[in-house]
């Protein structure tokens, strides 16, 4: 099983940028493939970012391509996203989660472990 601690969030202005990163222990982190939720208030989580095992495969939300980008180290067992040009409609919790399996998706209901999440306020 495996553990993961967000961290990285914080408050910004709008135009700033932020890298998470998402610390994972107590399994094989090269086995899983990651993904990045987030969550605003009174909304539902939604998809951000996912990357497959070794980091060659990558897809992110239409709706932030461009501004965000996920990547991974496995020799420190660490995925990161990248923000850059924050809007205040980014703000929310964001959580890293990760699967036990090659593929790499978007649903939340398809990811088996989950961080406690960081918070990132963008204020204008």
């Known amino acids: 099983q495996v553990q993961l601690v967000e961290s990285g969030g914080g408050l910004v202005q709008a135009g700033d940028s932020l890298r998470l990163s998402c610390a994972a222990s107590g399994g094989t982190f090269s086995s899983y493939a990651m993904g990045w939720f987030r969550q605003a208030p009174g909304k539902e989580r939604e998809f951000v970012a996912a990357i497959d095992r070794s980091g060659g495969k990558t897809r992110h939300a239409e709706l932030l391509k461009g501004r965000v980008t996920i990547s991974r180290d496995n020799a420190k067992n660490t995925v990161y996203l990248q923000m850059n040009s924050l809007k205040t409609e980014d703000t929310a919790v964001y959580y890293c989660?990760?699967?036990?399996?090659?593929?790499?998706?978007?649903?939340?209901?398809?990811?088996?472990?989950w961080g406690q999440g960081t918070r990132v306020t963008v204020s204008s």
């Open positions: 989660a990760a699967r036990s399996s090659a593929m790499v998706i978007t649903a939340t209901l398809g990811y088996d472990y």
